[in-house]
């Protein structure tokens, strides 16, 4: 007699949620930015860790003449923040790290002594700090001096002045490259709490007229690329509990997921529209705020808005329309190159149809050997992205081959 074959009475379910989990994951667009970006995406200028003897002497002797005033002035004269910070700036220039940091913070120290824990005294010392953060990539110390600066600045408050406005963009974009290349396994509240953050103040800066001209378009673009990273960071996840009672294999059990943050993800298309169409009232001419609409809307396939968007945007400026890009081109979304290591070069060539699908696509490592590959994950990537066509006369979208010099990290 045949052995009989058991069958899980299980298995049908679990073939249709694997399904239904493998067709919502692979149906997501990887946005263009985070495995590659463009290699000319460069955002910090790098630091140079060579020491030349004689600026080593000039800060001996800046520190010497340091020394002599505070003794002469005592620990906390009010003018000694100003000579910290100056000679902390020489040992930034000298490449001395540690003692241009230490140096700054005591500054900072002096300036919160006498001046208050509120004072704008502090606020060109902190510039020294995140410019000192910058240069050696140290990504905490930026955050962290970058989320200080904006509460010094009154936390993103009306009423608005530039400082703060600079200092609040600054602080959300550090805050999102913080998390474009992590995991969000148990961040969900972090997440809402940013979000919430971001998207309250860029309301408001978008409805003051005193600023919103200049405004309102970072902010929507700091808020639009944190809607394509919650897009594509955001898994699919089963989240039935009686699914979950019933399967004892933890790998097939959900994460404990916040329901807050997964209905954000539900009405995702709907947040991102709204923004986008309320930069385009602040500013109607902008092809960049038309670009972003029309992005947002290809993205999610909606190509017949789309298209109607990128025809009103290529009549504002025809020149960008005549190849395809990938997707987002506004905003942009890049990794901050002073955060990250050194990134591998990588040139693609491509064929994006008339309906944004990319084929025909090549790779090359223009660094390595003629016979290497990039990683699999980013072949992967470029194929699963979502490519603007081209527009031939700012009317009807072609066929276009597209080439790019990008870089990827590893």
Not at 186 to 207: D, I, K, Q
Request: proline share 7%; net charge negative; hydrophobic share 40%.
């Amino acid at each position: 007699m045949p052995a009989r074959l058991s069958l899980n009475p299980l298995a049908p379910l679990l073939v249709l949620i694997c399904l239904h989990v493998c067709e919502a994951s692979a149906d997501t667009p990887v946005p263009f930015g985070l495995p590659v970006q463009y290699r000319g995406a460069e955002t910090g200028p790098g630091f140079d860790a060579v020491q030349e003897a004689s600026e080593l002497a000039n800060v001996d002797q800046a520190q010497v003449r340091l020394e002599e005033i505070e003794r002469r002035l005592g620990p906390y004269h009010p003018s000694l923040a100003a000579e910290f910070a100056q000679v902390a700036q020489l040992a930034m220039e000298a490449g001395d790290v540690s003692l241009a940091a230490s140096l700054y913070d005591a500054a900072l120290h002096n300036a919160r002594v006498n001046n208050g824990l509120y004072g704008d005294q502090q606020l060109p010392i902190l510039r020294g700090l995140l410019d000192l953060y910058l240069l050696t990539g140290d990504r905490e110390g930026f955050e962290a001096r970058a989320a200080y600066q904006f509460r010094l600045l009154g936390s993103g408050l009306p009423p608005f002045e530039e400082g703060e406005l600079r200092a609040a963009v600054e602080f959300f974009d550090v805050s999102l490259d913080a998390l474009m290349g992590v995991s969000w396994e148990g961040r969900s509240r972090e997440l809402l709490r940013l979000h919430s953050r971001f998207e309250s103040m860029a309301e408001a800066v978008c409805a003051d007229a005193s600023v919103n001209l200049a405004w309102c378009e970072p902010f929507t673009f700091s808020l639009g690329r944190f809607y394509y990273l919650l897009e594509h960071k955001l898994d699919v996840f089963v989240d039935d509990p009686r699914f979950e009672r019933t399967l004892s294999d933890p790998e097939w059990q959900s994460l404990d997921r916040e329901p807050r943050l997964e209905a954000l993800q539900r009405r995702l298309f709907s947040k991102g529209e709204t923004v986008f169409e309320r930069l385009l009232e602040v500013n109607p001419d902008s092809p960049d705020a038309l670009s972003a609409l029309a992005d947002w809307h290809w993205f999610y396939r909606k190509r017949d808005e789309a298209t109607s968007l990128y025809r009103r945007a290529c009549r504002l400026s025809p020149g960008r329309f005549t190849q395809a890009a990938p997707l987002p081109e506004y905003p942009r979304l890049a990794f901050n190159r002073a955060f990250q290591e050194p990134a591998t070069p990588l040139d693609v060539s491509l064929t994006v149809t008339e309906r944004g699908k990319p084929v025909d696509m090549d790779f090359n490592l223009p660094t390595a050997g003629a016979d290497a590959d990039p990683p699999g994950r980013v072949r992967r990537a470029m194929r699963g992205m979502v490519y603007r066509p081209a527009f031939m006369a700012c009317s009807e979208p072609v066929e276009r081959e597209l080439k790019m010099e990008l870089a990827y990290i590893d």
